[in-house]
């Protein structure tokens, strides 16, 4: 868990950074920012630090060597060197201006900022956090005059929405640092600010591997139990609901007694893991027999378990509780299949 409590700027700079593409250009600061007002701190560390649950980490990664990673590079550096903050952030901007080649990505400021007395499971450290603004929102300004009041707008950004961040804290340098991220866009062109910017994998938890093996669960049902057994549609959403319960319930994971509780069957056993084992070698991805459940990853991977059928455009079907309380069939009057749902009671 990540807490800021105590947390403070020691080093603040702010660069803009343009669309290559568009062949706009990187406008550096000539100098740090100075931040002395303890308001305009707080407003700073609540824009960018607020985000920041620390349920999921990250950590750097390259292909060949960590150090060719720029923006481990660049952290290291600030970490390791005395007054090497201004000079990296100018690199860490010009880093970002080369990968924003996508004609979608938008300019704007970035800001870039050194923090002390950071906290990240139980450990104090310093951290480098790196925050891109790219959206701005009008606001209005009223003030007092005499007896009325005069009112203007200016063009802002919200403290409360931020839109790309990282935040990397000095613990585990050689084996690529702990890295808190935010990408508030989550398109497709925004990918370039966790992959070509950052260079960043999941780091290897209970929360990656709550996540991971959730994940696989889902499309095991979807893909697997539909072609390989044809698996209707209730006992599909059957095996995800059990699934999502089984986390829900445990607080530490056991593959076999997640097979014997929730697969159940042997033949669909043996395809289960037959279906693991290639879904680790796509992914690169390992799955740990046991390891500690983590709640958070639960909370969110449950949110994308979807319990509906979905009946031509007239109806949706929820599934939440037992599946011997919907049955499916078929009228040969009007050559249509039904479902047939029991209940006590209506509300």
Known sequence: ???????????????????????????????????????????????????????????????????????????????????????????????????????????????????????????????????????????????????????????????????KGCIVFDIDKEGGFKVGVVDSQGSSEAQYWKNDFLGIVPCEDDYSNTQNYLNMCKSFVSEKLAEDFQVEKPDQIDMLNNSISFFKKNEKFSEDAFEQEVIREPGMIGAFNDYKKSYQTEKEITFDDEFEISTPAVKKQARNFKSIIKLDKNFHIYIHGSRELIEKGYDEATGMQFYKVFFKEES
Do not use: W
Not at 75 to 80: G, I, P, Q, V, Y
């Open 1 to 163: 868990m990540i807490d800021f409590t105590h947390s403070s700027i020691t080093e603040l700079a702010i660069h803009k950074v343009g669309n290559k593409f568009r062949e706009e250009d990187v406008q550096f600061s000539e100098s740090k920012v100075v931040v002395d007002d303890p308001e305009l701190e707080s407003v700073l560390m609540q824009y960018m630090l607020l985000p920041f649950k620390g349920h999921e980490m990250f950590k750097f990664t390259h292909a060949s060597y960590l150090i060719q990673n720029e923006v481990y590079s660049f952290c290291r550096a600030m970490f390791e060197i005395p007054g090497m903050f201004f000079d990296n952030s100018k690199s860490i901007a010009k880093h970002l201006y080369e990968q924003s080649t996508h004609p979608k990505i938008k300019s704007g400021e970035l800001y870039i900022v050194k923090l002390k007395d950071c906290k990240i499971d139980g450990v104090f450290c310093e951290a480098v956090g790196i925050f891109k603004s790219e959206n701005r929102e009008t606001f209005l300004r009223v003030k007092p005059n005499a007896s009325s009041y005069d009112i203007q707008y200016e063009d802002g950004i919200n403290i409360n929405k931020l839109d």
